[in-house]
Structures are given as C-alpha cells and as structure tokens.
C-alpha cells in the first residue's frame, strides 16, 4: 500500500515535503510517480523517480519543473516531493503512485492561499 | 507532449446498458494506456492496463482494446456501482498524460 503524508497549508512562496510509505511490494524495482488533483478537476502527472537499476533519474511536467523535486530512499520505502515556490494553483490532493497495479493512498492535501 | 482526448465528456446510461468510452492518443502510443476509475472522495483505482488486460479483481464485464491513437473502454452492462468517472493514461514517454475524465450518471 501506499501512504502519503505531509500535507497542510502553506502561504504563496513557501515550502513543504511530501512523503509517502510503501509497503507490501518491491518498492526498490518500481518507478513512482506523483500525482495531483485540483479540487473538482482532472488527474495531473507532477513528476517521477525511476528505479535505482534504471539510474534514478527523474522527470516533471512543465509546471512544476525547477521548483519541485522527487527522491526516493529504498532504505525506508519512501518517496518524497519537494515543493518549493509553492503557487496557488498548487493547491491540489497529491497522490503517490506507481500508475500500476499498486493500489493508490488516499493522498495528501495541499492548499497554498495567504 | 502527448495529448489524451477521451469522449464522451460526460455520459448518462442505465443500469445493464452497455457502455463504450474512447480514447484518442495525439500520437502512436502503442499499447502504453492504463484505464482507471474514480469515485467522489476516493483515490482513482486501476481498472485496464497495456491497453486490454483486466487488472486483478475487477470485473469481467470491463474490458479495454485498442492500439496505436485510439483506444475502448467497454462495459458491458453497467451495475449501480460502476457511476464514476473514468481516466485514461499514457505511459508511452514523459510528461505522462491523463485523459480530461468521463463522467458516468445514472
């Protein structure tokens, strides 16, 4: 399963660390993703980490890229999202997932307003 | 950045319709397209994935097709607990990018 936590309210121009805790799969092979939903919209990719066998390298959409960053600890079956700079239109429920066959958490909420 | 188009946006149907909902790639995706579903106050769940496998679980009566642009979900005769709405999914390459949602009533 997966976990998210982290979450809460922040003011324009902030910070704030997503984390999320896995369990019940072989975390270390799998690619995770981030994902968000603004309160009445669609799904949003935010980013990705691979695995470390497939170098760990990471990817983000356009929107969030340079101010957020995704790492991964394997040691811990953890994922985190760095969110700086934080925009209104951040404002979302954040999920982490595999966009497999692992079950999604029920996610954390962001909200950025002053 | 690959753009996913489903249609109907929106879709009224009964109870033992059958129900088919696109998906439409703006490029070749092969056969990268997961299929999800999502109920009010809930976390999306995984429904189709490769296109056309049933992920474990979910009912017989889903079942998705298609490759290359243009892709299916069919239900075949919907129960009362199939409302929701639906989202299609490329994982062909990055941004990944979801479809704008299928809203499904009674």
């Known amino acids: 399963q997966l976990v998210e936590s982290g979450g809460g309210l922040v003011k324009p121009g902030g910070s704030l660390r997503l984390s999320c805790a896995a369990s019940?799969?072989?975390?270390?092979?799998?690619?995770m993703s981030w994902v968000r939903q603004a309160p009445g919209k669609g799904l949003e990719w935010v980013g990705r980490?691979?695995?470390?066998?497939?170098?760990?390298?990471?990817d983000y959409a356009a929107p969030v890229k340079g101010r957020f960053t995704i790492s991964r600890d394997d040691s811990r079956n953890m994922v985190y999202l760095q969110m700086n700079s934080l925009k209104t239109e951040d404002t979302a429920l954040y999920y982490c997932?595999?966009?497999?066959?692992?079950?999604w958490g029920q996610g954390t909420l962001v909200t950025v307003s002053s | 950045d690959i753009q996913m188009t489903q249609s109907p946006s929106s879709l009224s149907a009964s109870v033992g319709d059958r129900v088919t909902i696109t998906c439409r790639a703006s490029?070749?995706?092969?056969?990268?397209l997961n299929w999800y579903w999502q109920k009010p106050g809930k976390p999306p769940k995984l429904l189709i994935y490769?296109?056309?496998s049933l992920q474990s679980g979910v009912p017989s009566r889903f079942s998705g097709s298609g490759s290359g642009t243009d892709f299916t979900l069919t239900i075949s005769r919907l129960q009362p607990e199939d409302f929701a709405t639906y989202y299609c999914?490329?994982?062909?390459?990055?941004?990944?990018?979801f479809g704008q949602g299928t809203r499904l009533e009674i």
């Open positions: 997932t595999n966009l497999g066959k692992v079950p």
């Open positions: 490769a296109a056309s």
């Open positions: 490029q070749s995706i092969a056969t990268y």
């Open positions: 980490v691979k695995s470390e066998n497939n170098g760990g390298t990471t």
């Open positions: 019940g799969f072989t975390f270390s092979n799998a690619w």
């Open positions: 999914q490329q994982s062909y390459n990055t941004p990944i990018t």
